[in-house]
């Protein structure tokens, strides 16, 4: 039977490029962005207000290691 014929590089390039240009590829990457920036307005951030960070720390003792090990005061 006949089979599929091997895509060149260039066909490899092309396809590639054009699956990065994609409305998919940038919608995908906004929605990723967003989701990014949740955190950073949930959760107080050392750059902008050291007090607020250590108030939340001493108030979640709990949450505080899961935090820090995610460097989520640290987002912004």
């Not at 967003?34 to 607020?52: N, Y």
Request: charged content about 15%; glycine content about 6%.
């Amino acid at each position: 039977g006949a089979g599929v014929p091997a895509m060149s590089v260039i066909g490899w390039v092309r396809w590639f490029w054009r699956q990065l240009t994609s409305m998919r590829v940038a919608l995908i990457l906004l929605f990723l962005l967003s989701l990014g920036a949740i955190p950073g307005s949930l959760i107080p951030q050392t750059s902008v207000d050291d007090m607020k960070v250590q108030a939340f720390k001493e108030r979640h003792t709990t949450l505080t290691p899961i935090y820090e090990a995610l460097q989520l005061f640290d987002v912004y």
